[in-house]
């Protein structure tokens, strides 16, 4: 700022002097001496002002740099504080988020430990079932083996329902053939007779047939392998006089149950020509819960006449205590009125005593004499 001033000051001064040059020339000597001298004693005048001017408007700029600097200075530092409680701010936001992030992720890798342990258990699991079905499926490739495990399956729901004086494995028939199981049920109906036998290589076949041909040859196959089942059944299990007029095919398999019923209706209305019922596990389990409820029934209309035998010795019994309380309750009346009558003869004997103390011992006699004569008293 000081040398702009200084710049333009000696602008004026050279203006002027190129001023007076322009004037002088047009005079004489002498005006142009005095024009030169006023000239002079006002450029030095100016020049004076000016100076003090600039002096002044130095002054005034050095003490505005200072305020400037001062508030430039403040500022500075205001915006330092503020950077640095921002710095610090968002120092501890990152402590904060970073200890956050390192919980929640021990937590996660904890969480994941747990759940691989609980994948782990399940796959040991998910190994031993698959060894299990490889097993069933050796169990179930084998006829005999395939007939024990029916057998097993229908002994099982039989002994876990019905009381063990219901039913018998392996029971003897009249013609000396062996059944699975007989219920041994009160006529009617009469004991009922059940096989655990099942066409399972039929099944299988009409599950993996490939084509329309395939699945049609192999749906015949396995309803003849059912019918040739309820024929045996019908001729071995069902004999006159010993069982029921029906016997019950257990199939140990639901899968095989549902197929029957949902593709193979005419084998099972045959079957129930035959009267032969096709029961699976679950429906096995309700037949013999209404077997259950039968053998109740039955086992409640046997101790009926054992009951009225008792019924009526109660009543007997009930008539020989009346009697007996009703004797009793005479006697007791026979001893209330002795009570009583012996309560007569004490009051009386008490008040002869009485009279007795109140005679004088000398004046008995004479007042013997005297005495009108007193009726006796009937004794008590």
Not at 113 to 125: F, G, S, Y
Not at 170 to 187: E, F, I, K, M, S
Not at 290 to 303: F, G, P, S, Y
């Amino acid at each position: 700022m000081t040398m702009m001033a200084a710049a333009l000051g000696g602008l004026i001064l050279a203006l002027l002097g190129v001023a007076a040059v322009l004037l002088l020339r047009g005079r004489g000597n002498a005006a142009r001496e005095d024009f030169m001298a006023r000239t002079v004693d006002s450029m030095a005048q100016a020049q004076s002002a000016l100076t003090g001017r600039l002096a002044q408007l130095a002054e005034t700029q050095a003490a505005a740099q200072a305020q400037m600097s001062e508030r430039l200075q403040a500022q500075e530092r205001a915006l330092a504080r503020a950077v640095e409680e921002r710095l610090a701010a968002l120092g501890k936001r990152m402590d904060d988020g970073l200890q956050q992030s390192s919980h929640r992720q021990a937590t996660t890798l904890h969480e994941l430990r747990e759940r691989l342990a609980v994948i782990d258990a399940a796959q040991k699991n998910i190994t031993q079932l698959s060894a299990q079905v490889v097993s069933l499926q050796d169990i179930l490739s084998n006829k005999q083996a395939r007939g024990a495990f029916g057998e097993i399956q229908l002994a099982d729901i039989v002994s876990s329902i019905l009381p063990p004086n219901a039913y018998k494995f392996q029971a003897p028939l009249g013609d000396g053939r062996r059944v699975d199981c007989l219920l041994d049920l009160p006529n009617p109906p009469g004991a009922i007779a059940i096989d655990a036998k099942f066409p399972l290589e039929s099944f299988h076949a009409l599950r993996n047939a490939r084509d329309d041909a395939e699945r049609v040859a192999a749906g015949r196959a396995f309803a003849t392998a059912i019918l040739k089942h309820v024929r045996d059944i019908a001729e071995k299990y069902i004999v006159p006089g010993e069982t029921a007029e029906s016997a019950l095919m257990f199939l140990p398999s639901e899968a095989v149950y549902a197929e029957l019923h949902a593709n193979f209706t005419d084998v099972v209305e045959k079957s129930f020509r035959a009267k032969v019922w096709i029961v699976s596990p679950t429906t096995l389990m309700a037949t013999l819960n209404t077997v259950r409820a039968v053998l109740k029934d039955a086992c409640m209309r046997e101790q009926a006449g054992q009951i009225q035998k008792e019924v009526r010795f109660l009543l007997d019994d009930i008539d020989r205590l009346d009697t007996r309380v009703t004797a009793l309750d005479k006697h007791f009346g026979q001893a209330v009125e002795d009570l009583r009558q012996i309560r007569i003869s004490t009051d009386k004997v008490t008040k002869r005593a009485e009279r007795i103390e109140s005679v004088q011992v000398g004046d008995d006699e004479k007042a013997a004499e005297l005495a009108p004569p007193q009726p006796k008293l009937p004794a008590q």
